[in-house]
């Protein structure tokens, strides 16, 4: 199930990640039950059973809103992610809409630093 997830996003990005710039490396792995898209080991997408959501600069949250994308919450009662929108299907379905969201996003995660692995020693540590 998480393979076909994956595979997935895969087919997803793979008609919308042209535009991107050469130096940003797009990774798909398993992200829970689903999986989640990375730009230079940056997340900014994720396929989940509540549908695609991007990671998305504030000022463009109110536009997709109004396009019928509402804020990420993985869990009914969890809290809200809050620079994530999940995508309307319209929007997600339709590869020449949905490019110009996946490029900005990939391009708004690389703001962000990237995720320092725990090293195994300090992860026993705290055990």
Known sequence: MVAAAVDALRSLLAATTARLDREIKI????????????????????????????????????????????????????????????LPDRIVRDAAVLTPWVVKSAQFAQRFPKPRRASRTRARSAL
């Open 27 to 86: 990774e798909c792995k398993h992200f829970f039950s689903g999986a989640a898209a990375y730009a230079n080991g940056r997340i900014f997408m994720t396929m989940t059973s509540v549908g695609v959501a991007l990671k998305l600069q504030r000022e463009f949250h109110a536009e997709l809103t109004r396009r019928g994308a509402r804020p990420l919450r993985y869990f009914p009662q969890g809290p809200i992610k809050k620079d994530y929108l999940i």
